[in-house]
């Protein structure tokens, strides 16, 4: 396994246009997270999945922010009619339940550029 | 509500130690963690302390929990210069789901 993996690394939109990136977890990890991270700043949770079910959605996303896990294995992060706000590091990180000691393993992240 | 705070910049000469500092609100935390960021890449778990310990120790790093204050360290020992990076404090409450992270704090090392 080779850790999380994220895609596109980089993505640069038009203001406007939709974007989608994908996730893929590590095998046996069950959860599935989304956080963003803008510059100079930590990262803030987004979604949250157990295997396919989406558990938990921050304030932070709005109707233009859609996340599948439709198989409970990888999962696509949807943003709608983009504005320069949504700019950012989008980054995915997977968990074991019952593990969590073992924290969460990131992802190398997508950074988004709205132009 | 949950709330974790840093300071923004650490500046050590290499094989110093470094001491990076966390605050956090949330009582019922039970988990918390030490991540670390390089530039362009994910964040890397470093370590983490239960909230029924106070010190752990793990190699050439050292956290030390006062619970009463709300208070987290990290004491990186003989810092290198691959030790620069941005460090996130990050608690873990409530049934594991989320984890809520700092704003980090740059570490510099100068050779």
């Known amino acids: 396994d080779t850790g999380v993996s994220q895609d596109p690394r980089h993505k640069i939109t038009k203001r406007g246009q939709n974007v989608t990136f994908r996730c893929d977890p590590i095998?046996?990890?069950?959860?599935l997270y989304w956080y963003r991270q803008t510059l100079g700043q930590g990262p803030e949770f987004l979604t949250y999945?157990?295997?396919?079910?989406?558990?938990?959605k921050s304030r932070l996303l709005s109707d233009r922010f859609s996340a599948e896990r439709p198989k409970g294995s990888f999962s696509t992060l949807e943003i709608q009619r983009t504005e320069q706000g949504d700019s950012a590091m989008y980054l995915c990180?997977?968990?074991?339940?019952?593990?969590?000691?073992?924290?969460?393993?990131f992802g190398s992240g997508t950074r988004l550029t709205v132009v | 509500g949950e709330d974790v705070e840093q300071s923004l910049f650490l500046s050590v000469r290499e094989g110093d130690s470094s001491v990076i500092n966390c605050t956090y609100t949330?009582?019922?935390?039970?988990?918390l963690y030490w991540y670390k960021q390089e530039p362009g890449a994910g964040l890397q778990l470093l370590t983490y302390?239960?909230?029924?310990?106070d010190m752990k120790q793990d190699q050439r790093l050292t956290v030390l929990l006062n619970k009463k204050d709300k208070h987290l360290s990290l004491r990186i020992a003989d810092t290198q210069t691959g030790d620069s990076a941005i460090y996130f404090c990050?608690?873990?409450?409530?049934?594991?789901?989320?984890?809520?992270f700092g704003t980090g704090t740059k570490l510099q090392v100068i050779p």
């Open positions: 990180a997977s968990s074991l339940q019952g593990q969590p000691g073992y924290g969460y393993t």
């Open positions: 095998s046996e990890h069950n959860r």
């Open positions: 999945f157990q295997n396919e079910a989406q558990l938990e």
């Open positions: 949330d009582s019922s935390s039970t988990y």
């Open positions: 302390i239960f909230s029924n310990m």
């Open positions: 990050a608690e873990n409450s409530g049934g594991y789901q989320k984890v809520t």
